[in-house]
């Protein structure tokens, strides 16, 4: 679950909303069993009963009262919903929440590990009804450009299995590796698996467009592995030999500071661009990193950091004019 | 699951005064005017007795019910020409129950979890939140224990989501410049109907006004602020478009695509030859792929350096080279 700092007034509506509902539906049910249920602390809950037994209105010197929530009962650590002239079934979701859901949903549909899931299937045709736009498919993956590897992996991965490889790093070495699959993140420029690396003994990334020849091995994944807490979320690891670079960002560009978050406060430099400064691993990366914005992203500082996307578009061009490409620069 | 512990036991004025107005709305048959509101709710009349005077009850009440309205309960008024003090307000009970007898599994609700938590933009996230909430009215409690091994995460970078995304909730015409990839700009007046993000691409599908049909704009080429187009101070709304409407223009849409054929020729067991899986004994291997947008893949391409040749089309070829010719000239 995402963090949610505190609950504020719209979040906590919607509980109480939630509480008549599942109250409805439930009959009695225990305090303990309705706070886990919820995931908010007892004493919570106990006030929201009273907030609920508060709903009224006063017309003509008389007041009504929507709700009553069972209070001797509620003292004895039990909720009982005894009076209810309004909320007869769940509430429904607002046309945003549907459709936010929708998306979501559509975004797991992508996935091989969900293509034939029938549950999600049946959850998405009984969203669609409260989107406001019918079925349609909020986010979609080209076909052939889905990983091949997800599925080998996360089913690796789920059964608790080590996996080989061959990998090309980011320096455009290539090597073949043991691997123990902890979770596979899908992001917008493709999917990476964070595992533990059996050559590094840490932690990595490791983006499945740049492995082939994946195999699942018949070892279980290992101690180090399973000692490895929660992951983070972002997949920027910080390093000694990082270099600081500064770019200027066109809108056209500014998906390159959600990919590397910018080390300080990015600072607009007028006409829609933004000035940020991101954090390079291997410098000589920076050419394709650059290069792929077509003039939207500019590099201010270093020098050197100019120097090499500038070499890196002229060698691109050079070898594109020329007959054929040439063979002796592999490894 | 972790436990919220952060949740506070606090009560809040405001969450009190809604679910007190919720129920009043709900419960009513006839609806009721401001005044019987003011009066017959709690959270109201105390604010009145503490002084509050009526112009700020009134603005209270403004905000309430757009923060209903934001929340999903459709605010009706019977007799929305009368007079304001005579305008009565009711919520009706069949806007408000989800489909009746649904029941979900405790994995369709792992699933709506997992949905959930692939928002990163906080925005969404508390409306996709929301959503799980009500859903647990229905008593089940997702499967925890099986373990999925995927966390998705939907990026929304671009500054024109959120406005575009309410925009289209509440079908408000939207103006923007946008920049076409050969840097000319435009204002662009158009009726959003959908946002779609296809490979990892976000794109505005809409009417567009000044041209009269219908048009796919790629956030990232929005330019300016997105502004609600306003008459005399108001939102000018518009009518959503039939869902046929919206699903022929997907289909137009993914017609084009499957209709644009790129080949390239790619070095072996270079960067590009695992990204595209090669599996191959030769010197080089040639490739065919679709693509939607011309730009957006000769970026993709670029990535890949000289390790790519585009051999056909031509507009591909011409946009790969003109990208790099700018990154060189920028960066000379």
């Known amino acids: ?331 | 699951m972790a436990k919220r512990t952060e949740w506070q036991p606090n009560r809040s004025e405001k969450s009190e005064r809604l679910f007190q107005l919720a129920s009043a709305l709900l419960f009513t048959n006839r609806g009721l005017t401001k005044q019987e509101l003011f009066f017959g709710i709690a959270a109201y009349s105390e604010a009145l007795a503490q002084g509050t005077d009526e112009d700020s009850l009134n603005r209270m009440f403004e905000r309430d019910k757009s923060d209903l309205r934001s929340s999903g309960l459709l605010i009706d008024t019977p007799n929305a020409g009368a007079d304001s003090d005579e305008i009565r307000y009711s919520i009706k009970s069949e806007v408000f129950q989800w489909p009746t007898n649904i029941e979900l599994s405790a994995h369709q609700l792992q699933l709506l979890n997992l949905a959930a938590q692939a928002w990163s933009h906080a925005s969404i996230a508390s409306d996709v939140n929301h959503g799980l909430m009500r859903l647990r009215a229905l008593g089940v409690a997702p499967a925890e224990n099986e373990l999925i091994g995927l966390a998705p995460r939907i990026k929304t970078h671009e500054p024109s989501f959120i406005p575009l995304n309410r925009a289209l909730d509440e079908n408000i015409e939207v103006r923007f410049e946008y920049r076409r990839p050969d840097g000319t700009v435009s204002t662009r007046h158009v009726q959003p109907w959908v946002l779609r993000s296809i490979d990892g691409q976000w794109l505005l599908m809409c009417w567009d006004l000044g041209r009269r049909e219908v048009r796919n704009f790629l956030l990232k080429r929005i330019v300016s602020k997105v502004t609600f187009v306003k008459e005399n101070e108001n939102e000018v709304l518009f009518e959503a478009p039939e869902v046929t409407r919206v699903e022929a223009a997907i289909q137009d849409l993914r017609e084009f695509t499957a209709s644009q054929i790129a080949v390239l020729r790619i070095k072996r067991d270079s960067r590009a030859w695992f990204h595209y899986q090669i599996d191959s004994q030769e010197a080089f291997a040639e490739v065919e792929l679709q693509y939607m947008d011309v730009h957006l893949l000769a970026e993709e391409l670029r990535d890949f350096g000289a390790d790519i040749k585009v051999l056909r089309p031509k507009p591909l070829i011409e946009a790969v080279t003109a990208g790099f010719e700018k990154v060189a000239s920028a960066h000379a």
Not at chain 1, 40 to 60: I, K
Not at chain 1, 314 to 326: F, I, Q, S, V, Y
Request: proline letters at 4%.
């Open chain 1, 1 to 331: 679950m995402p963090k949610i700092i505190g609950f504020n007034a719209e979040d906590r509506f919607n509980f109480l909303l939630a509480l008549i509902g599942y109250l409805g539906r439930r009959g009695v049910v225990t305090i303990a069993e309705a706070a886990t249920h919820f995931e908010v602390e007892p004493d919570y809950l106990r006030r929201a009963v009273m907030s609920v037994n508060d709903a009224g209105l006063v017309q003509n010197d008389y007041a009504h009262y929507h709700f009553l929530i069972d209070v001797d009962l509620a003292d004895e650590g039990l909720l009982s919903l005894i009076e209810n002239d309004i909320v007869d079934d769940v509430p429904r979701l607002s046309t945003r929440q549907s459709a936010a859901m929708a998306a979501g949903l559509s975004y797991l549909a992508t996935m091989a590990a969900f293509s034939e899931d029938l549950e999600l299937a049946e959850l998405q045709s009984l969203l669609s009804q409260g989107t406001g736009r019918g079925a349609v498919a909020t986010i979609e993956v080209r076909p052939g450009t889905a990983d091949a590897n997800a599925e080998v992996i996360r089913k690796a991965l789920v059964g608790g299995k080590r996996i080989s490889c061959e990998y090309v790093n980011t320096k455009d070495e290539r090597s073949v590796r043991e691997i123990d699959p902890l979770r596979i993140d899908p992001r917008s420029d493709g999917s990476y698996l964070r595992g533990y690396c059996l050559i590094n003994k840490e932690l990595r990334n490791f983006k499945l467009d740049r492995m082939r020849a994946v195999e699942v091995l018949t070892a279980n994944i290992g101690d180090e592995a399973r000692a490895v807490g929660d992951i983070e979320d972002s997949l920027y690891v910080s390093e000694a030999t990082d270099t600081e670079v500064t770019v200027d960002l066109a809108p056209e560009a500014y998906g390159l500071i959600s990919e590397f978050q910018s080390v300080v406060e990015p600072k607009d430099a007028g006409h829609g661009i933004i000035r940020a400064v991101i954090n390079v691993g291997h410098l000589p990366n920076i050419g394709r990193l650059i290069a792929r914005y077509g003039g939207a992203a500019v590099v201010v500082d270093p020098p050197e950091a100019r120097r090499l996307v500038q070499q890196y578009a002229l060698r691109a061009l050079g070898e594109r004019t020329a007959e054929t490409l040439p063979l002796g620069e592999q490894d």
